[in-house]
């Protein structure tokens, strides 16, 4: 499900469920959650490679895991939405440098895990999405991070849910970087750990916490709107109706006929 490799000065963490194009689980939420606030208080890590196994990075969040969580109680929902929120502020927070490596799809949560990310390079065939309206739902807990990377942009992407490929996410901001292949892919993020490991460990935790203190200072209070509205929009009818199309293979009712 999470693998998490640690090779002086740079830990690898491999999101490892590519039979469903890595979507994230509760469970899975909980592992990545840990996995980063570990390796925040590991001396030896200069930098993390947040990567993944198999055809895609991350699908986001499962599907078959947000339609079960309607039959949560409100409070056991927005306690799960709030675990959701706790694992992207794990990764954003985190004082240790992290660069998300994209290739496939990085799709809903899949590509706010993108934004989540100090530095993303992502392979020319990587396609990305907020497709959460497609499902009846919404790009909630993701779109602090999401509007901090690409500003009001995010609007027209948040609306049509339309997937656009890396020179589209190249132009947005939403990655920093794009290369032909995986060799080309590699290149790139050693040379950035290559700059990251001469630059002071304390002084980059504390560049880190002080664009959050600064930037970002909403954070927190916009992250519980969106924990409150991702709640509401999953046990909603178009929310369920929506999950279960995609997971049936059929269309919406929304679609036009
Ligand atoms: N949650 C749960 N299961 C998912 C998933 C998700 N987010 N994304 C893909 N899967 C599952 C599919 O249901 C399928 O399961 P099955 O083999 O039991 O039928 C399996 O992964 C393979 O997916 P498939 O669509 O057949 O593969 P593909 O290569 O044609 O397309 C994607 C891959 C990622 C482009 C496509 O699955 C997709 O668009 N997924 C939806 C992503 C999305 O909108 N995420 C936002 C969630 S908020």
């Not at 606030?37 to 030896?44: A, G, I, K």
């Not at 992207?88 to 949560?109: D, N, Q």
């Not at 995010?154 to 589209?168: D, K, Q």
């Amino acid at each position: 499900m999470l693998r998490v490799e640690v090779q002086k000065p740079v830990a690898r963490v491999i999101l490892d469920r590519p039979g469903v194009h890595n979507a994230f689980d509760d469970e899975l939420i909980v592992f990545l959650k840990d996995a980063f606030r570990e390796l925040c208080t590991h001396p030896d890590v200069r930098a993390i490679i947040l990567r993944a196994n198999g055809k895609s990075f991350c699908a986001g969040a499962d599907l078959n895991w947000m339609k079960r969580v309607a039959e949560y109680s409100r409070e056991q929902n927005l306690e799960d939405a709030r675990s959701m929120a706790r694992m992207f502020l794990a990764i954003a927070r985190c004082p240790k440098p992290v660069i998300a490596r994209v290739h496939g799809a990085a799709l809903g949560g899949g590509a706010g895990l993108v934004a989540a990310c100090d530095i993303a390079v992502a392979m020319e065939s990587a396609q990305f999405g907020f497709t959460e309206v497609k499902l009846g739902i919404i790009p909630a807990v993701i779109s602090p991070f999401v509007i901090a990377r690409i500003g009001s942009r995010a609007r027209e992407y948040f609306l049509t849910g339309e997937r656009f490929p890396a020179s589209v996410a190249l132009q947005l901001g939403l990655v920093q970087h794009v290369a032909a292949d995986e060799a080309a892919l590699d290149a790139l993020i050693e040379t950035k750990i290559a700059q990251l490991v001469t630059s002071s460990p304390s002084a980059v935790a504390a560049a880190k916490e002080l664009f959050f203190a600064t930037a970002e200072k909403n954070l927190e209070s916009s992250l519980e709107i969106a924990v409150d509205a991702i709640a509401r929009a999953r046990a909603s009818e178009d929310g369920q109706a929506g999950m279960k199309a995609f997971l049936l293979r059929e269309k919406p009712p929304w679609i036009p006929q």
